[in-house]
């Protein structure tokens, strides 16, 4: 029971922080790449991120499948959040002096 919640609270956190990491790295750093802006990148973005995922998966013994989909998921939408902020003009996000 508490192995499960464990798993539940690091695909939580991993799902967010990887959502907003790529949504913000699409958005400042790859504004200018035309392939970001196909319908496939997001796919591609998630089945990269499934794959470093499954490896995960034997290595770690809290990280299950449903880790890697939370994962793949969250990184195909923050590729495809960070290219719609591309396409309706939203100004890259800047920290620090």
Sequence with gaps: MIAMLLSFAIASILAVVLYGTTR???RNRLRYVEVVQKSLAPWLAGGAAF???SVAVGILPLVGVGTALTAALAV?????????????????IVYGP
Excluded: E, N, T
């Design 24 to 26: 913000k790295f699409v």
């Design 51 to 53: 794959l470093v995922g």
């Design 76 to 92: 195909g939408s923050g590729v495809a959040a960070g290219a719609r902020d591309i396409r309706q003009g939203i100004a890259p």
